[in-house]
């Protein structure tokens, strides 16, 4: 996913996508504290980190360039 | 004596039968590390459950805009490292150790503000509010043993990222063989996502104990 040539611009989005779900939590967090809803948009952030910026699939990738 | 020397050579025989070809090793090599990451979330998902016994739906009064910072310090931290992860894949040395640097930085900064502001160590810059202390009753205790656990494991990060600079400096990585960027790569995230959780547990969820 991340090894190809617009590697650079996906890392980007994803962290384009941290930063908004940060903000967003914090705001939420005033609005509407429920602890099941700020727990899941930490899930989610966590997904994308795992994913994205940890290369799990990599795991289970038969073949690996490095 | 003979049959001391056939043993030998048995297990040397042996030895190179099962030697792991470099795809292998570092199939397991990735396995290892993310199997250390998962030994890991006992650790801190045992705070956390921890927190929620104890601290329920209220929380201890924070300075938000420090803990806004810090979070932020480390979400793009994590960005520069997978940037730096990148780099040295495409074999841009410059660009990999300016990534490496910033990830330093970035992560110093969080540590500094957990540890110096947070814990009252100094003054806040952010605000006024009355640093938590470990002896304030179960307050006090899960929010030292969450940040002080938490921030180890960023030293700790901090350390690993000064080490795999000073090997990139000295050319041991390329293209093909950067096995020791990722592995650092895969701890610092991993850093970040337990943070991530952590946040607003400590920070956003419940109501303000005065």
Sequence with gaps: MAENGNAYRTIFIIFLVLGALTVGEFFVAAA???????????LAKSVLIVYFFMHV???WRPEDHH | MSAVTATDHHDHDHANHHELSPMQQLRANRLAIWLFCFSEIFLFGALLMARFYLWGNTRPELDQNLGLFTTVMLLVSSYFMVRAEVAVAKGDTKKFERSLIVTFVLGLLFLLGVVLFEWGLMANPFGH???LKPTDGAYGAMFFAMTGMHAFHVLTGLFFISVVYRNGKMGWYDEKNHWGVE????????VDVVWVFFYPALYLIGTVVH
């Excluded at chain 1, 509407?32 to 930490?42: E, G």
């Excluded at chain 2, 592995?183 to 991993?190: L, V």
């Design chain 2, 129 to 131: 509010h009355e640093a």
């Design chain 1, 57 to 59: 699939y990599r795991l």
């Design chain 2, 183 to 190: 592995a650092c790569a895969i701890y610092w995230h991993f």
């Design chain 1, 32 to 42: 509407y504290p429920s602890a099941f809803f700020l727990m899941a948009i930490a």
